[in-house]
């Protein structure tokens, strides 16, 4: 079924970002090197010829970050939403379809969404999975205590924590070698061989922008719950050098208002570039309005009005 792929939230007077985050060293270049408005944009062969793909078995191709796509149906699709990119428009931002319909959890998964952690974690720098299956512990509530989603960890999977189990909804392991991101997730309606959380080693250093890795977490569980990029309206020719991307807010829908603090908007396209990755309120009642509140909110509301 075709799909558009292109990440968004929403940007209006700014900096612009890059990646499902840049989850990608901001200092380095991007994965896909986008031509500048000014320039002519590449073929598609050339286009093709310099895209990148990671070194994994999903075998996705990265754009922009954080982004991936799926084989060469999905990067030409992306290719080819560059012609119609210089569009502006706000808000927490949903992928939609082909036939129009948001990209979420069906209400049967929604709270199971189960995740190992890889043990591999550990085999170059000690306590890193302790780290990390903290920070996601953390990330994994910031959805759940307020949004009617659940991200539950089975430690008894980390010893088989790859795309081949079944038993959990994803795995999160490290990034393949050579991988500049600090991480990349998938969408919703992904297949379940596809649906892994790779995790950089930046991502447990990084302070750029205010970045720490609880936040980068919130920020890749908010692309698996299937919200994209928040700065990805703003017109290409009008992006800092930094934010020059070439996402598009082809396949996406608005939400609610654009929010410059949003946990999906990238650090170095804000004004001030900073911010670090935290849902504002915002956030929270555009996952609401798509997902329903956290049942312990919706019980503690009746309660009351009782």
Not at 11 to 32: F, Y
Not at 143 to 157: D, G, L, M, Q
């Amino acid at each position: 079924m075709k799909r558009h792929l292109t990440v968004g939230l929403v940007i209006a007077l700014c900096a612009c970002s890059s990646g499902m985050e840049q989850e990608q060293d901001p200092a380095s270049a991007e994965v896909t090197a986008p031509p500048d408005a000014q320039q002519a944009v590449p073929t598609w062969e050339q286009f093709l010829a310099s895209a990148h793909r990671e070194a994994s078995s999903r075998g996705v191709y990265v754009v922009d970050g954080d982004i991936p796509l799926r084989g060469e149906s999905e990067l030409r699709e992306y290719y080819e939403s560059f012609h119609g990119a210089h569009q502006r428009g706000q808000a927490l931002t949903v992928g939609v379809n082909n036939l129009g319909a948001d990209v979420l959890w069906p209400q049967n998964a929604r709270f199971e969404l189960t995740y190992c952690v890889s043990n591999a974690f550990d085999t170059t720098t000690a306590a890193r999975k302790a780290t990390l299956v903290a920070a996601l512990d953390a990330a994994a509530h910031s959805w759940n205590n307020r949004v009617a989603v659940r991200f539950i960890y089975v430690p008894s999977e980390d010893a088989n924590c790859d795309a081949n189990n079944a038993n959990v909804v994803f795995d999160v392991r490290p990034a393949p070698t050579g991988e500049r991101y600090f991480g990349n997730a998938f969408f919703p309606d992904w297949a379940r061989a596809d649906r892994t959380l790779f995790v950089g080693p930046d991502a447990f250093t990084t302070t750029a922008g205010g970045r720490d890795l609880e936040g980068i977490l919130r920020h890749e569980l908010g692309h698996a719950l299937g919200f994209r990029h928040e700065h990805i309206h703003i017109a290409l020719g009008s992006r800092p050098a930094i934010c020059n991307s070439t996402e598009t807010n082809t396949g996406t829908r608005l939400v609610n208002s654009y929010d410059v603090n949003s946990v999906m908007h990238y650090p170095q396209c804000r004004p001030m570039d900073t911010g670090g990755y935290r849902q504002t309120e915002l956030d929270y009642n555009g996952a609401i309005g798509l997902y329903g509140l956290a049942p312990a909110l919706t019980m503690a509301a009746t309660s009351i009005q009782l």
